[in-house]
């Protein structure tokens, strides 16, 4: 089965409502993201960031990836920025997949299970992982590698693409 980590939102300001609170989290959790980034690029699995687009349609990575580094975790952010091969998606809404070229991406790849990993757990991953199991996706939450501005509610998320979308939560 061919896998595919796909990074939501990890490049971030942390310059919004909630970024303080998510920038806690994101410190928590920034060990596991930098294992499971770690872990895909040495063993050859390919890594797609989708990423929010803050409400500029130019489609520049180069802008997007230079914003989150100038911004409030840049220390964090700059050993998770996406290397030149990695994929790259803009995205306009919580999930991944909404407006986006994400699932023509990984049909290309042949992927088959996505690994789950970015910000927050309860918001833009819970929906990419929803849509994901309607196209057919196999889906792994990466729980250690996932940011979240409430835990009450990641909790719930969780157990919710647990029990009721069918996704695999993992934990360290």
Not at 21 to 39: K, P, T
Not at 54 to 60: A, E, F, I
């Amino acid at each position: 089965m061919k896998d595919a980590l796909l990074l939501v939102d990890v490049l971030n300001d942390f310059r919004h409502e909630d970024g303080e609170r998510l920038l806690e989290s994101f410190r928590m959790r920034h060990e596991g993201m930098e294992r499971a980034l770690s872990e895909a690029r040495s063993g050859g699995v390919p890594v797609i960031y989708a990423q929010d687009s803050r409400g500029v349609w130019d489609g520049d990575r180069s802008r997007l990836v230079r914003e989150a580094l100038d911004g409030l975790g840049g220390d964090l952010l700059d050993p998770l920025a996406p290397e030149e091969d990695d994929r790259f998606v803009v995205k306009p809404r919580y999930s991944a997949f909404d407006k986006t070229p994400l699932e023509l991406v990984l049909q290309e790849l042949e992927v088959e299970r996505l690994l789950l990993a970015g910000s927050a757990t309860e918001g833009c991953v819970a929906q990419t992982a929803i849509d994901a199991r309607e196209l057919g996706f196999k889906v792994s939450v990466l729980a250690d590698a996932c940011a979240t501005v409430d835990e009450r509610l990641e909790q719930v998320a969780l157990e919710y693409l647990e029990s009721v979308v069918g996704a695999r939560i993992e934990r360290s």
